[in-house]
């Protein structure tokens, strides 16, 4: 299973960046949940937002109303507008797969830069 992030950069405060993950699997996995955490420095790693099998949404605190999760099959991307500079973190994408025999399992992207700064 392969993670692979693209999207970060610089921002200016109030603006708008869009992230986007491409998983690759073997055709036999199940992606069951996909998506995307954030890590700021100092603090814990945090749910942005993921998508599960059925199509269902969990969105984190922080960024309910400003951040929109979407799925086109393996790729999951996220639209983040109105950014403010507490958003700045680096973003990691996140799938949880079912493999068959060695049951579900969770992957991690390399992590991608966001930075909201004027």
């Known amino acids: 299973v392969q993670l692979v992030e693209s999207g970060g950069g610089l921002v200016q405060p109030g603006g708008s960046l869009t992230l986007s993950c491409a998983v690759s699997t073997e055709s036999s996995h199940i992606m069951n949940i996909i998506g995307w955490y954030r890590q700021a420095p100092g603090k814990q790693r945090e749910l942005v937002a993921t998508?599960?099998?059925?199509?269902r949404i969990t969105d984190g605190d922080a960024v309910k109303d400003r951040f929109t999760l979407s799925r086109d099959k393996n790729t999951v991307s996220i639209q983040m507008n109105n950014l403010k500079p507490e958003d700045t973190a680096v973003y990691y994408c996140?799938?949880?797969?079912?493999?068959?025999?060695?049951?579900?399992?969770?992957?991690w992207g390399q992590g991608t830069q966001v930075t909201v700064s004027s």
């Open positions: 998508i599960d099998s059925r199509g």
């Open positions: 996140y799938a949880n797969v079912y493999t068959g025999a060695t049951g579900s399992v969770a992957y």
